[in-house]
Structure formats: structure tokens, C-alpha cells
């Protein structure tokens, strides 16, 4: 067996091994693959339909930040998850090159399958509920379109899932073989690497970590200015203004390391902690968001994009109404809300609650350490369910602070009162749905080790 062969045996060998790990995301990559298929079939059903044209091109822009942001936090996540791992086959006398190469080649695996898998679905099932999706008055002649699938396009999609899983991969592969086993093999299963050790460069990683968010901030300066003094109903200029969540969106999820546990920190402060499950469940949450924001970043970036969009629409709506134009409308219709903001949401949704079950054997880990130092049961759950309740609010605090500063600057371009049409029902209702996900999956494990933790015997409630 040669060395390709044998690299090409080990990939899928430690696939199979660590499938638990990597089912996560595999599901992040189907949905991706999903997503990414309706946008696909539309634009391959241009031809009978030309207005689908840019209903494709819409889902793709409003899904690809969601999909960057998701996609990247699950493919750190995966390669964090088995550093043990790969400390023990440096014990092994794996090259950190092999090692980094093999990570990739997992990556891209899972990436390009879960997305064929993704497709294959939306191909099954796009026919069905084409009709369902466009069933709003306005795109009643679109509903009767005969829609192709787009298999001659399906390839870019897998393609595309594999590249995004391999770049937000890309850090976590290197240090996967460069990280000393020793420094590897004393770190928790989800922890950071030691700040202290020279293959991190903590400083270095946070200056290109904002160095990259600036991309997406000077995007965002650009549109915001060009607003200024166009006219909102004739000018082409005012066409970016639904894009301004977006950017405000790619920005936050490239530099959510940095801001998500300083949110947090900020805002827990100030609140007691007296009480003891709230003492764990805050000193629990601050752990795993220097770890990983993988839990907490697709709800914001959600949250972001469909709040914000929302309220630009409606901030438009209420310009046309105060200056009398009755020949426009700027109301999204069930079939708009369902296209721009579908693809978002179920990436989101599948990217936090995937986050946890790829993280479910260290949270078993702790509330089995809990009971083993003497803690209720009753306190460790309550302990999760503060910590489920934590991630929730600082996540929709992120999401609002995106949306804010989007509909402040439409509004005070358009010439209105700032947040005039600001509306937080959509950002509830994304949290709710992402409180929902965290809870079943983060309350399932803790529950099951509370019950069964190896032997240990548990102390009485009433103890």
C-alpha cells in the first residue's frame, strides 16, 4: 500500500472512529447542501421563469453569511474535538505535515458528502414544495413553474461546501500537528490551546482576526455612505440597503472570538452570584466561549440578518407611507420572508444545535465531575439550564446589536427618526428557536450523566 493509499485509509478510518464527533458537521454540511440546492434549481429555472434568476442569486447572498459562519465554527469545533488524537499519533511519529494534510482531507470529506447529500434531498423534495413556497398572490403564475433541478450546478455546491469547510478548518489543521502532545494531551477536551505555548500566538491570531473582520466593516462604511442623499424610491444606489446586515453579519462572525466573551463578561458582571447554579452555569459558559463561540454564532448571525432585514423593509415601508407614494411597497409577502430568510434559519438552526452535540461528551464530562465533588442533581440541571439561558441572551444581544446599527443607518438616511421601524418580534422569535435547540441538546447529556455517572454515587436532593 502506498503512501497515498494509506493517508487515503487513515481519513476514512479516523471518519468512522470519531463519527459521533464528525456528525455534527455532517449536518451542517447537508443543510449547507440543501440551501445551497434551492438556489441552484432556481437559477437553473431561469430560462421559463426569469425572475427566479434573482430569487437564486437572493437565497445564495442572504445564506452564504450563515453558511460561512456555521461552516467555519463546526469545522474548528470537529478539529478541536480530537486534539487528543492527534496528540497520540505525534506519540506515533505522524508528521505534523501528515497530520494537517489528513485533517484537511477529513474536512473536505465531510464537506463535499454532507453538501451531495444536502442536494440529493433538496432534489427530491424542491418539485413538492416549489408550489408551497411560492404561494403568495404576487407569484401565483411562478407557483405553476415546471422547476429544473439544476444538476449540472450541484457540483459547484459540493465543491463550495468543501472549500468553506477546509478554509475555517485551515487554523485549527495546522495547529492539529503542531501542538506539542504533552500541552494536547493536558487540555480539556474542549478547551483552548495554553495561551502560553508558542504554536498558538494568540496575539498574532487576534490581529488577523480583526484584520479580516475589516473587510467586511469597510464594505459596510461604503454602502452605509452611499445611502446618504439618494433618494430612496428612484435612486439604484438605495438597492444595497437589504445587504447592510450582511456585511454588518460577516463582520461579527469573523470577529465573534473577540466580542462574544467580552459581551458577556459585560453584561453578567453586574448580576449576583449568589446563587450557586447561576455561579456555574456563568463560570461554565465563559470556559466554552474561549474555546469555541461555535454554539452562540449562528444564533446572532440569524438573528442579525433576518431582525435587520426585517426592519429595513418595514423602516422602507414607513418612508413610502409618510411621503404618499402608493404606486410601491417595500413589505416582504410569505414568499419573500420564506426565500431571503429560510435559508439562514435552517442553517442556523442545524449550526447551534450541532455545535452541542459535537461537544456533549465534555458536557458529560462536567456534570459527572459535579456530582463526583458532591453536587444535587437538582443543581447541576439547573446549573445547564442557566447556562443554556447565558449563551441564549448574549447571543440575541449580539443578533439586536447588528440589526440596530443596520436600520439606524437606513433610517437616518432616508430621513427619518433612527429605529423607526425597528421591530424585535423576529430577533424573539430566533432566540426562542435557538433556547429551544440548545436546551434538547445540551439538558439531554447532563441529564443521562446525572443519572448514570460511571458508579458515582449521587448525593441526595435533599442532602
Given at each position: ?265 459585560a453584561w453578567t458582571r453586574p448580576i449576583p452570584q449568589r446563587c450557586t ?27 442579525g440578518v433576518v431582525c435587520g432585514v426585517s426592519s429595513i423593509s418595514d ?96 433610517s437616518t438616511a432616508a430621513g427619518l427618526p433612527a429605529l423607526c421601524g ?42
Amino acid at each position: 500500500m502506498d503512501g497515498g493509499q494509506q493517508m487515503t485509509h487513515l481519513v476514512f478510518a479516523e471518519l468512522r472512529r470519531n463519527a459521533a464527533t464528525w456528525a455534527g458537521a455532517f449536518a451542517v454540511a447537508v443543510a449547507c447542501g440543501f440551501v445551497g440546492g434551492w438556489g441552484a434549481s432556481m437559477l437553473a429555472t431561469t430560462h421559463a421563469q426569469t425572475s427566479l434568476g434573482f430569487w437564486g442569486d437572493m437565497v445564495l447572498a442572504f445564506s452564504a453569511p450563515s453558511a460561512a459562519a456555521v461552516v467555519s465554527s463546526a469545522s474548528r469545533l470537529a478539529v478541536v474535538a480530537q486534539r487528543r488524537s492527534f496528540a497520540l499519533w505525534q506519540l506515533a511519529n505522524v508528521s505534523p505535515r501528515l497530520i494537517a494534510r489528513i485533517v484537511r482531507a477529513q474536512l473536505a470529506t465531510v464537506g463535499f458528502v454532507g453538501a451531495a447529500f444536502g442536494t440529493a434531498l433538496e432534489a427530491a423534495s424542491v418539485r413538492p414544495l416549489f408550489p408551497l413556497v411560492f404561494c403568495s398572490p404576487y407569484y401565483q403564475t411562478i407557483s405553476h413553474t415546471t422547476v429544473d433541478v439544476g444538476l449540472p450546478l450541484m457540483p459547484w455546491i459540493w465543491l463550495g461546501s468543501a472549500a468553506v469547510f477546509v478554509l475555517g478548518g485551515a487554523r485549527s489543521a495546522r495547529l492539529a500537528g503542531t501542538t506539542p502532545p504533552i500541552a494536547a494531551l493536558q487540555t480539556a477536551d474542549d478547551g483552548p490551546l495554553p495561551s502560553g505555548h508558542p504554536g498558538t500566538r494568540p496575539h498574532g491570531a487576534r490581529i488577523r482576526r480583526a484584520a479580516a473582520a475589516l473587510v467586511p466593516m469597510a464594505l459596510f462604511g461604503l454602502a452605509s455612505s452611499s445611502l446618504y442623499g439618494a433618494d430612496p424610491t428612484s435612486s439604484s444606489q438605495w438597492s444595497v440597503s437589504p445587504f447592510l446586515p450582511l456585511l454588518a453579519s460577516a463582520a461579527f462572525a469573523v470577529a465573534a472570538p473577540l466580542l462574544l466573551p467580552s459581551l458577556f463578561a459585560a453584561w453578567t458582571r453586574p448580576i449576583p452570584q449568589r446563587c450557586t447554579p447561576w455561579m456555574l452555569a456563568r463560570a461554565s459558559a465563559r470556559h466554552s466561549l474561549t474555546s469555541s463561540t461555535a454554539m452562540e454564532v449562528p444564533v446572532a448571525v440569524g438573528i442579525g440578518v433576518v431582525c435587520g432585514v426585517s426592519s429595513i423593509s418595514d423602516t422602507l415601508q414607513e418612508y413610502i407611507a409618510r411621503n404618499g407614494i402608493v404606486d410601491m411597497a417595500a413589505s416582504l409577502d410569505f414568499t419573500s420572508m420564506l426565500l431571503l430568510f429560510g435559508g439562514p434559519v435552517i442553517l442556523c438552526a442545524v449550526g447551534a444545535a450541532s455545535s452541542v452535540i459535537m461537544t456533549s461528551r465534555a458536557l458529560t464530562n462536567d456534570a459527572r465531575l459535579l456530582a463526583a465533588c458532591g453536587a444535587r442533581r437538582t443543581t447541576i440541571v439547573a446549573a445547564r439550564v442557566l447556562e443554556v439561558v447565558a449563551h441564549t441572551v448574549n447571543a440575541l444581544i449580539a443578533g439586536l446589536l447588528i440589526a440596530l446599527v443596520s436600520d439606524a443607518v437606513v433610517s437616518t438616511a432616508a430621513g427619518l427618526p433612527a429605529l423607526c421601524g425597528f421591530s424585535p418580534i423576529p430577533a424573539m422569535a430566533i432566540a426562542a428557536l435557538g433556547l429551544l435547540l440548545l436546551a434538547s441538546s445540551m439538558l439531554a447529556p447532563t441529564v443521562a450523566a446525572v443519572r448514570s455517572p460511571y458508579g458515582i454515587p449521587m448525593p441526595n436532593d435533599a442532602a
